[in-house]
């Protein structure tokens, strides 16, 4: 089949489509806080050499829907139904849609209630794809241009007014795009890393002074594309919030007072230097958080090894790493995953352990979610808790708290036990590790996890005879007292 993208045929349906976008959003790009050189409608106008519409632009009977986050507005939106795709199947919270029922369409949530009732979840993705300014962050909006934060109704008035004294869009397009040049003096775009959780997402942050307009995931992220969750997205409130601590404070006579940096850097300086002559540097320990960045961490060992002279320095992030990393190279020989995100999307099965990964890692979560919706992945989730991927799972078992070292190793055993597994890889790179499974009976395991013996049999055949599995498990298995074990037992039986 050959598709042809460009003749005479195609560019005319192109132009309808776009008069047809036009008869629904109206133009005022010079006066829109979307006008900083991405807009794709502004973009095709300016392109196509658009001069006038064809329908007269007209306005629904709706107003402006408000989120804490982002808002809707009907009176812009041009139905290409992009937000709705991206929360139906790609991020898979399933929220938005069209009612192209009604006599006036527009997007709604749920069963047309206002954001603020709904079941959103403040991805964010919706406003992230959005091709124009109808779904757009909060922040955005008021504070990208020089008169957008003009009052509507003035606003409304002066773009009739110029509308109806131009010969044609030319000038105004002109006239914005000079506008959005003007604007790239006063608003930054920097590059940068999400430190919320370990899925690692980037996004470009804009920023206008102290001001953060908007989080901005692009296509060229490495792990989350254009992906992102509320915390990435929107969870910088505390940025420029007047509870947050901006100088440190000191404890003198059994109260803080506020201190400068000199000040209490000297403090500091003075305990290390008092506790290290007088215990000598083994004394003293060093712990980094896992929001600080890598070039952070590597300057605190330096303090700690360098400066102090101990060798105690250590990162927040083992306390819920480190038994996945003994489990694993105990197992494998290194304690590192054994796949990438990719892997977790093309898994014929996957087993969550222990993990709430849609609210731990919602971005890592999406991309089950979507396999399983669109590509038929199997689930099968073990957890205390009934959470989201519990609830979406083709099989959720409730093992009693600090069990899962018991089914681990019944469901192991049995797949052993009944030629279910892949024995050249195990004659040649397993010892005696069968023999400590001897202990590990279904009914040892029912009557240890509360999970009936027929599911775990079931469980065993599905797993073995899965094209792909992926295991992912999280604090739910590592901070155990046998968290080690445990994790040890996951490896075991991929
Ligand atoms: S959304 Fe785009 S096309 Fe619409 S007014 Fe703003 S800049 Fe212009
Ligand atoms: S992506 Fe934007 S313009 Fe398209 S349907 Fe959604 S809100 Fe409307
Ligand atoms: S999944 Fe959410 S919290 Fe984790 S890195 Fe991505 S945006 Fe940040």
Redesign the pocket.
Known sequence: MCVKTKNEAVEISQKEVLDRFLEK????????????GD?????T?DEWGVQHQTYEYKKKPYDKDYGPFYRYDPN?CILCGRCVEACQDVEVNETIRIDWESEHPRVICDNDVPINESSYVSCGQCATVC????MMEVNMEGNLGYLTDTEPGSLTAMIDIIKKSEPGYGTLLAA?DSE?EIRKEIINKTKSVCTYCGVSCSFEVWTKDREILKVQPSHDSPANKIASCVKGKFSWGHINSDQRLTKPLVRKEGAFHEVEWEEVLQVIANHFTKIKAQYGPDSLSFISSSKATNEESYLMQKLSRQVIGTNNVDNCSRYCQAPATIGLIRTVGIGGDAGGIIDLEKAAMTVLIGTNTAEAHPVIASRMKRAQKLYGQKSHVFDIRKHEMAERADEFYQPKPGTDLAWLSVVTKYIIDNDLYDKAFIDEWVDDYYKSLKPFTMTFAEETTGIPKERLIRFAYEVAKAESVAICWAMGITQQDIGSDSSTAISNLL
């Open positions: 959003h109206m133009l005022y790009c010079t006066v829109c806080d979307y006008n900083n807009c794709e409608i502004h973009n106008i812009q091709p124009c300014n109808a914005s959005a």
